[in-house]
């Protein structure tokens, strides 16, 4: 199967969830593209949407789709968001694109998460695709250090400064058999912003082209 044809297909299935004078949480990368071109054609029927990165919000504008300040706009019905790898328990590894805080955010503040992927993101066990870490500046080597002592082998995202303002970790070499326990110890470590495993919040439904996972 095409990979950008499954992306194609998750996108246009995600359009199933999307109910009428609804807020949309929309959030980031390639698949969530064309979830955008393809919500493009219900803009008159959904009150607007809340974007997880400046390049989603962009691609919203362009769509003439009304993109909503978060607080304004209070619990929304739906997030829509692709993943970086997803395994059998819909536990995900995100922020490839750098987005991973914005995106936690209204996963937290959605009522139903729908994950569109591509096959090609399925994966038995999560850590073979880096794990990002967003973490504020002044803590990257601090971070760094507690992710070597848990067996990870960071490396800095440079020249990358997310719409945050802060930088980005990408943890290597880690093989992750308790995705949620990992995700809770990372979570108390100063510095770090956010963690790219989305296991306590997982998604309620993964599309994988036109299959429901």
């Not at 805080?101 to 880096?130: H, M, W, Y």
Request: hydrophobic share 45%; proline share 4%.
């Amino acid at each position: 199967m095409n990979h950008a044809n499954e992306k194609r297909q998750a996108a246009q299935a995600a359009l199933h969830y999307v109910e009428n004078d609804a807020i949309v949480g929309v959030g980031t990368g390639s698949t969530v593209r064309f979830f955008i071109d393809a919500l493009a054609g219900l803009k008159s029927s959904i009150q607007g949407t809340v974007s997880s990165s400046e390049q989603s919000t962009a691609l919203l504008k362009q769509h003439g789709i009304p993109v909503l300040d978060l607080n304004a706009v209070g619990p929304l019905s739906l997030y829509v968001d692709g993943a970086d790898a997803c395994d059998r328990n819909k536990c995900l590894v995100k922020g490839g694109g750098g987005a991973l805080t914005r995106e936690k955010i209204l996963v937290e503040a959605a009522s139903n998460f729908v994950c569109i992927i591509d096959s090609s993101k399925q994966v038995d066990i999560l850590g073979g695709f880096p794990v990002p870490i967003e973490v504020i500046p002044m803590a990257r080597s601090l971070v760094a250090r507690e992710v070597v002592k848990r067996g990870g082998q960071p490396v800095w995202r440079d020249d990358v400064v997310t719409d945050n303002g802060n930088w980005i970790i990408d943890v290597h070499n880690w093989r992750i058999n308790d995705p949620l326990a990992l995700e809770q110890q990372l979570n108390q470590i100063p510095g770090i912003v956010t963690v790219g495993l989305f296991a306590r919040c997982r998604p309620s439904v993964v599309l994988v082209g036109a299959q429901r996972f």
